[in-house]
């Protein structure tokens, strides 16, 4: 056979396809056949523009729209603005004695993240604090906590000289009051924030705060300073506040206040000393008081300003008041003879009492022996509008012009509903309430030429003016009849002071207790002045419910003045008059 014609395919020769051939056979292969649809490379492009499109809008938000807010997010991770602290003002008595002053003192603070737990037993008990308690506070999760405020040098120094990692000082400052409980209520206190609290300290705050200033640096990431950024803003220190209390008298105020209600087993007592020259309060204390430097147990008691806050019915005290106003109107004069026989007098349903059946008396001694009959004969002959307006024109039921908290306005009614036992008993102290320093004020009419002088605690402030609210003959008439009180037969013999002629009225009012009038409770009360032959100061004084058996006005509170005004007159250089 011949090879040739062999029937193997593999030895048969391969023939040439067609070129036409051989393109339908690529075009049918599947590999190669498209089958994507052809939307598919529009919605590409499409995706790719609006991405672009998306990233210049954002571009010019944050470059254009909103570039400052990005530009302060920037800064605040390297700059940063330091207060300039500024020191709170001083307080100071008349003469320049120091009564607040802020003192240097440090903050201790901790990072938890260094802190050595080892080293919690050494520290606690370097700063005085329970080591569960500090342990727990250096288990918290923020980056630093404070341990301990108002930390002295000499303490703040031992902590530096450990040289403990975690722990860092902070410069602060403590409020310290050299004066103590003695002046505590005029001074006040602040908080921990050095923000005012009570007394001088509350009502001016805002003068006392000063400005604080800053200053713009830029820190490295370890919270160093690198830099500083334009000029700092200097801080403005607070004002020095000067009162017109004089420390030496607030001190002996206090003193003679204290023995006396201790004495008397009193509940409180006030004391009040009045410049009789223009109204500036020279001392005004109270009891119980408190340690403004070491408040851990105040209550609320000791905290009670009794002499500007606590109103009550000013009793005796007030009966020079409608003595002057009843001569003022010719009604009277001081030698005008009154019958207060029996010792009694009836007025509708009601019974007016004195102490004893005084018989016929002059009104000078009407107010010497405190008669309730002469007095209440002498109100019912007056006008009651005329009345209310004289008790207006001396302060009565108006707050005091003070930079104070909480001066209290007192109580008197409006007129058109008096009754006419209620205008008798106004006029020997019932049926009206003043607080100590409105009583004090009233006597500076009579201390002068008849003008009425309102107080004042803060030296360049202004005041309102003086008020002629008697005249000047009137004003010298009650300054005798004061002075006779003090006489072997006037009720405050007690006060008298040796070598000086002192004038004064007491007082002794039932307290009321609900709707009734209690009947073992008084406040025993004296107002006065010295010397005599020219009034420098006004003193008042109030016990609250003495329980040792005495309760008179002249008895327990009468001693008081005495002590007070004899060494005044010492501290002033006032020669005796007697």
């Known amino acids: ?37 052809k939307w598919r490379s529009s919605f590409v492009v499409l995706l790719i523009f609006t991405a672009f499109a998306a990233l210049a809008g954002r571009a010019v938000w944050v470059q254009v729209l909103n570039r400052n807010f990005y530009i302060a997010e920037g800064q605040k991770r390297y700059q940063r603005t330091l207060e300039l602290t500024a020191t709170r003002g001083r307080i100071v008595d008349r003469n320049g004695a120091l009564l607040a002053v802020s003192l240097g003192t440090y903050e201790i603070w901790a990072t938890p993240s260094r802190f050595d737990i080892a080293t919690v037993p050494p520290i606690a008990r370097m700063i005085d604090m329970p080591e569960a308690e500090l342990t727990r506070r250096l288990g918290t999760s923020r980056s630093f906590v404070l341990l301990k405020r108002q930390v002295d040098a000499e303490l703040a120094a031992r902590v530096a000289q450990t040289g403990l990692a975690g722990v860092t000082l902070v410069a602060d400052t403590k409020r310290f009051y050299p ?51 334009g000029e700092p803003e200097q801080a403005e220190n607070g004002e020095t506040i000067q009162l017109t209390i004089d420390k030496r008298i607030q001190q002996l105020a206090h003193t003679q206040l204290a023995a006396a209600v201790l004495k008397h087993r009193a509940r409180a007592g006030s004391v009040v000393v009045l410049d009789a020259k223009n109204g500036e309060i020279l001392a005004l204390a109270n009891y119980p008081t408190f340690d403004p430097n070491d408040r851990a147990r105040l209550t609320g008691e000791q905290l009670r300003n009794r002499a500007l806050t606590d109103t009550f019915e000013p009793g005796s005290t007030i009966k020079p008041l409608v003595a002057a106003l009843a001569i003022d109107l010719g009604l009277v004069r001081p030698d005008t003879r009154i019958d207060t026989s029996p010792g009694t007098f009836k007025l509708g349903t009601h019974v007016i009492h004195d102490t004893s059946n005084h018989g016929v008396i002059t009104v000078s001694e009407a107010v010497q022996m405190s008669s309730n009959v002469a007095l209440t004969k002498l109100s019912l002959r007056i006008r009651p509008e005329t009345v209310w307006d004289k008790y207006r024109e001396y302060g009565i039921g108006r707050a005091p012009d003070l930079t104070f908290p909480g001066a209290a306005t007192g109580r008197l009614r409006a ?60 004003a010298a008439a009650v300054r005798d009849m004061l002075e006779l009180a003090m006489g072997p037969r006037g009720t405050g013999r007690a006060a008298t002071v040796v070598g000086y002629r002192v004038g ?16 073992n409770k008084y406040r025993a009360s ?11 100061v006004i003193v008042a004084v109030m016990i609250d419910e003495p329980s040792d058996g005495a309760y008179y006005g002249g008895t327990v509170a009468g001693p008081v003045f005495s002590g007070v005004v004899g060494a005044t007159m010492q501290l002033l250089g006032v020669p005796p008059d007697a």
């Open 526 to 536: 004296f107002v006065g002045m010295a010397p005599m032959s020219d009034p420098k």
């Open 179 to 229: 004066e103590g409980a003695s002046a505590a209520h005029i001074v006040g206190f602040t908080d921990s924030e050095d923000q005012g609290q009570e007394g001088v300290e509350l009502a001016a705050n805002d003068r006392l705060m000063g400005v604080h200033g800053r200053r713009e640096v830029i820190r490295d990431r370890l919270g160093r300073v690198v830099s500083e950024i």
């Open 1 to 37: 056979m011949n090879p040739t014609d062999s029937d193997d395919p593999a030895t048969k020769p391969r023939t040439a396809a067609p070129a036409n051939e051989k393109v339908r056979t690529h075009a049918r292969n599947a590999l190669l056949e498209g089958r994507l649809p």
């Open 504 to 519: 004064g009225k007491t007082g002794t009012a039932r307290k009321l207790v609900g709707r009734s009038y209690a009947a």
């Open 415 to 474: 007129f058109e509903r008096w009754k006419p036992i209620e205008q008798a008993t106004m006029a020997y102290g019932y049926g009206l309430s003043l607080s100590l320093l409105q009583i004090a004020q009233v006597y500076t009419a009579y201390a002068g030429t008849g003008e009425f002088k309102p107080a004042s605690l803060v030296r360049g402030e202004p005041v309102a003016g003086a008020v002629q609210v008697t005249k000047p003959a009137t």
